[in-house]
């Protein structure tokens, strides 16, 4: 033994040396200099897809960035995009471990990690079979029907009484009680936590996500600082009561005399029983609950996000909102109603989307990957551990990829040769690859039949003495990019 350590001890520094001197043979991405143990931190600012874009510019669409102890790199145009999420998928189709996440995720439990183990196959299976496949989703037809049809009439009263709508509460109010009803089977009736706690806690959690929290970066320090600044005692009351909420409902569910078909909540719990029998636990209630929270955070906001900006941008562009809204009623006629079987006909409502998610994709910088095996990209090598994230809304205002970019003019995507579901890499709402969005039909399905509904029904005036400049298009930090002040209108009956 002894003569083995010793032989270790011996080769150790030289070992470390070839390993240096390796890396120094090769190329890391340029980067702005960064300052003696916060590296590159102080660059982040309040809304880092903005700062980063700016530093892209400056930098290359391949950027290095130090943040405390987490190498990062950013990249930030459709060909380095294509080489993360394609050519290289399989180095780095991981997602970084990081406090607010262990939290959200019941100690990493969720369907975001270790996307080669047998247990997040299984989970993604479930969740496309179950959730997500072009079957579930024909078949939410009567709940989206019935939701869609409450906000009409809601917006109805506002509208015969000339009042103010805020659609940005009212279409997070839908997303929520749609994604809850295909997910539990229910809507908030009876529940201590209402549709407004409810919606309040997911943005609370997706800010969380969205921000840098001191010990994602200096493990022991940091975590000391989040302690002192508040955060963990934050962390703590949002988890817990999202736990709480999918308590309730998993007990409703395990209710004898429960009526109703079966949902996505019944065919967790099934499969908990069912393994539980077995003696194979792979899924035991907290994976269901982590499941649930991946679920709800990702699905609801983005969907609502979506619709909120494109209905911001209709307003400030009235020669497209004159447009898409003669396109819908004329397809629809004395229908009544939009569904989901009318929305394909919708072309040019489908630009409008397109055009929305470049100017404001929901998730500007994607979610986090993490690199596990080396790989080079235009020259350069990244290494394993490294954090990468794709800078989306930089692409989508980018003057080299798209003509006068600051314009909302949806007839861009006339020509049909770029879709959004992950094919064309200079739009890309939905990512690409292994981690590509599992509910991008669900998604669409809900954006498109809303919004050709709001936009049926009713004319949309903005509030007295308000005009178009007014509008404020301000952005509010987060993983998920809401606008910064709701969107208030009046609503006119059609
Ligand atoms: C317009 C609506 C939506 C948009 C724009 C959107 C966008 C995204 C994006 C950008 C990602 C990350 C992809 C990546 O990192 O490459 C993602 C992941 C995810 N989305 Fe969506 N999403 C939407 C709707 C939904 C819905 C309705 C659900 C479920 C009900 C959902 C469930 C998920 C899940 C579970 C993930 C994590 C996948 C993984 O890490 O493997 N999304 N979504």
Same mark, same amino acid.
């Given at each position: ?42 660059? #982040? ?5 903005? %700062? ?36 290289? /998928? ?10 607010? *996440? +262990? ?6 439990? /969720? ?11 299984? !989970? +993604? ?8 496949? %072009? ?9 989206? /029907? ?12 506002? $509208? ?14 839908? *997303? $929520? ?27 609370? $959690? ?22 002192? *600044? ?34 996505? !909540? ?41 619709? %909120? ?28 109603? !939009?569904?989901?079987?009318? !929305? ?59 003509? /006068? ?12 040769? #770029? ?16 981690? #590509? ?29 308000? $005009? ?16 910064? *002040? ?9």
């Amino acid at each position: 033994m002894l003569p083995w350590l010793s032989l270790l001890l011996l080769f150790l520094p030289l070992l470390l040396i070839i390993a240096v001197k390796r890396r120094q043979g090769q190329l890391q991405p340029p980067g702005p200099p960064q300052l003696p143990v916060i590296g590159n931190l102080h660059h #982040i600012g309040k809304l880092p897809h903005q %700062t980063l874009w700016k530093l892209s510019q400056k930098y290359g669409p391949v950027m290095f960035l130090q943040l405390g102890r987490v190498p990062t790199v950013i990249v930030s145009s459709p060909e380095t995009a294509k080489q993360v999420l394609k050519v290289h /998928d399989i180095h780095c189709c991981s997602r970084p471990l990081s406090e607010g *996440t +262990r939290k959200l995720s019941y100690d990493h439990l /969720d369907v975001a990690f270790s996307p080669f183990d047998d247990y997040w196959k299984e !989970v +993604r299976k479930i969740c496309v079979q179950e959730l997500f496949s %072009t079957q579930r989703v024909h078949s939410f037809q009567p709940i989206r /029907d019935e939701v869609i049809q409450k906000l009409i009439d809601s917006i109805s009263e506002s $509208a015969s009484t000339n009042s103010l709508v805020n659609l940005s509460q009212k279409l997070m109010s839908l *997303t $929520a009680s749609l994604t809850c009803k295909a997910s539990f089977g229910m809507s908030f009736q009876g529940s201590k936590i209402d549709n407004d706690r409810f919606q309040m806690l997911v943005h609370e $959690a997706l800010q969380m996500l969205g921000s840098y929290s001191a010990s994602d970066f200096f493990p022991l320090v940091g975590w000391i600082f989040d302690w002192f *600044t508040g955060l963990h005692r934050r962390r703590e009351k949002i988890v817990g009561d999202l736990d709480a909420f999918y308590e309730e409902m998993i007990d409703l569910h395990l209710q004898e005399n429960r009526q109703g078909d079966e949902d996505f !909540v019944d065919v967790l719990l099934k499969l908990e029983r069912e393994q539980a029998a077995l003696g194979n636990a792979q899924i035991t209630r907290n994976h269901s609950k982590a499941i649930l929270m991946d679920i709800l955070l990702a699905g609801i906001d983005t969907s609502a996000i979506s619709m %909120t900006w494109a209905m911001t941008e209709l307003v400030r562009n009235p020669r497209v909102m004159k447009k898409v809204q003669a396109e819908i009623r004329n397809q629809i006629g004395e229908n009544a109603r !939009v569904r989901f079987e009318n !929305v394909n006909e919708l072309k040019y409502l489908k630009m409008v989307i397109k055009e929305t998610w470049r100017l404001h994709p929901p998730s500007p910088l994607l979610i986090p990957r993490e690199v596990m095996s080396e790989f080079q990209i235009n020259g350069y090598t990244i290494y394993p551990k490294t954090r990468l994230q794709v800078n989306l809304w930089g692409m989508g205002r980018d003057p080299n990829v798209w003509k /006068d970019p600051e314009e909302f003019l949806p007839e861009r995507f006339m020509d049909g040769s #770029i879709d959004a579901k992950g094919q064309s890499f200079e739009l890309l709402p939905f990512g690409s690859g292994r981690r #590509i969005c599992p509910g991008i039909l669900m998604g669409s399905v809900m954006v498109e039949t809303a919004l050709a509904n709001l936009l049926y029904h009713f004319d949309w005036k903005l509030p007295d003495g308000m $005009a178009v400049q007014d509008i404020d298009i301000e952005e509010a930090p987060g993983l998920t990019v809401y606008k910064r *002040t709701p969107l208030e209108l009046v609503p006119v009956r059609f």
